[in-house]
């Protein structure tokens, strides 16, 4: 299993930067692929960017230019560098690790999350 543990939300003004940062219980590079989700109140669970171990990113339309995933293998952390955040970027941001299990069944996993909340 992994364990996912996020940190980094809070409280700021639109304009403004914020990263998350996110810890696996597991070696990061033995994570098939990382990535960001995001919920709104109300809405469902989007994705917002994605990591493969083999270094691609992905991201969705309405944060391309101004988010960036990333990954620091010698802290064992996944980021996602926020910038110039909007109001609607509001939402919980939740971790996931997809990785394939002893087996060859692929698992999901998420963390908690953490609320970024963007003030006008």
């Known amino acids: 299993q992994v364990q996912l543990v996020e940190s980094g939300g809070g409280l700021i003004q639109a304009g403004e930067s914020l990263r998350l940062s996110c810890a696996p219980s597991?070696?990061?590079?033995?994570?098939?692929?990382m990535g960001w989700y995001r919920q709104a109140p109300g809405k469902q669970r989007d994705r917002v960017a994605e990591?493969?171990?083999?270094?691609?990113?992905n991201y969705a339309d309405s944060v391309k230019g101004r988010f960036t995933i990333s990954r620091d293998i010698s802290k064992n952390r996944l980021y996602l560098q926020m910038n110039s955040l909007k109001p609607e970027d509001t939402a919980v941001y939740y971790c996931?690790?997809?990785?394939?299990?002893?087996?060859?069944?692929?698992?999901?996993?998420w963390g908690n999350g953490t609320t970024v909340t963007v003030s006008v």
């Open positions: 996931n690790a997809w990785r394939v299990e002893p087996g060859g069944r692929g698992m999901d996993y």
């Open positions: 597991q070696n990061i590079l033995s994570i098939n692929s």
């Open positions: 990591l493969t171990s083999g270094g691609t990113t």
